[in-house]
C-alpha cells in the first residue's frame, strides 16, 4: 500500500543550526502539507502546498520555515536557525485532490526534532 | 476559530467491550472529519474519513457518525481487543487544513 515516507525519524541538533526534514509523499497526490506536534500538545497545521507553492500558512510558520519540492519526488521542510521551542514530531501528509475538498489526508511515521 | 474537542481524554475497558469516542466541533463549515489512530511515538494511522454530505462510514469494527448541525461525530468500536490500545485523533478538515482535537487515549485490557 502506498505510504508517505520521511527522514530522518530522529534528528538532535544545537540551537541556532539549520534543519531539512524529507518526505516522499504518496506518487499520484497533488497536495502536501507539513504539521507538528509538540510533546504532549495537539497536532498543529505549518503549511500546505500545491503546484510549487505555498497554498496556506499558519502563525507559526514564519521567515525561519522553508518548504520546497526540489524534484519529482520528495518535499522538504527547512528550519534555518532552530530555537528550543521547534522541538517536536514534525509530519508530512499528502493528499490526491486539491482544495476546498481534498479528501483523506496520509499522514508520514513523522521525524522528531530535538533542538538542545 | 474552529476548536476541535474529544471527550473523555482517557478510556481504559476490558477486552471486548465497545469503544465510544466523541468529538465535537465548532464551525459546522467542514467539508470532512477524519479520524486518525496514533501509536506512541507513532505517525498517524487514517481510520475513516466521512464527508460532509455523510452521516456515518464504516470499516471493519470501525463506525464512525457524523452530525454536522449539532457539531458532533462519534467513533465507535466493536468488540474491543488490546491492539486497539493507542490515542485516537479527530480532526476537521476546512479547506485542506485539518484541525485536531487532542485525542483519547484508550487502554484495552485483556
Known amino acids: 500500500e502506498p505510504e508517505v515516507t520521511q527522514t530522518p525519524s530522529h534528528q538532535v541538533t544545537q540551537m541556532g543550526q539549520e534543519v531539512i526534514l524529507r518526505c516522499v509523499p504518496i506518487s499520484n497526490h497533488l497536495y502536501f502539507y507539513w504539521y507538528r506536534q509538540i510533546l504532549g500538545q495537539k497536532v498543529e497545521f505549518l503549511v500546505s502546498?500545491?503546484?510549487?507553492?505555498?497554498?496556506?500558512k499558519s502563525e507559526i510558520f514564519d521567515d525561519q520555515f522553508s518548504v520546497e519540492r526540489p524534484d519529482g519526488s520528495n518535499f522538504t521542510l527547512k528550519i534555518r536557525s532552530t530555537k528550543l521551542e521547534d522541538s517536536a514530531m514534525y509530519f508530512c501528509?499528502?493528499?490526491?485532490?486539491?482544495?476546498?475538498?481534498?479528501?483523506?489526508?496520509?499522514f508520514g511515521e513523522g521525524s522528531r526534532l530535538t533542538v538542545l | 476559530k474552529q476548536e476541535v474537542t474529544q471527550i473523555p481524554a482517557a478510556l481504559s475497558v476490558p477486552e471486548g467491550e465497545n469503544l465510544v469516542l466523541n468529538c465535537s466541533f465548532t464551525d459546522s463549515a467542514i467539508y470532512n472529519l477524519q479520524w486518525f489512530r496514533q501509536d506512541p511515538g507513532k505517525g498517524l494511522t487514517s481510520l475513516l474519513l466521512?464527508?460532509?454530505?455523510?452521516r456515518e462510514q464504516t470499516s471493519g469494527r470501525l463506525n464512525a457518525s457524523l452530525d454536522k448541525s449539532s457539531g458532533r461525530s462519534t467513533l465507535y468500536i466493536a468488540a474491543s481487543q488490546p491492539g486497539d490500545s493507542a490515542t485516537y485523533l479527530c480532526?476537521?478538515?476546512?479547506?485542506?487544513?485539518?484541525?485536531f482535537g487532542a485525542g483519547t487515549q484508550v487502554v484495552v485490557t485483556p
Open positions: 466521512i464527508q460532509s454530505s455523510q
Open positions: 502546498f500545491y503546484n510549487n507553492e505555498i497554498s496556506e
Open positions: 480532526a476537521s478538515d476546512s479547506w485542506g487544513k485539518l484541525q
Open positions: 501528509a499528502s493528499s490526491e485532490r486539491r482544495q476546498p475538498n481534498t479528501g483523506e489526508l496520509f
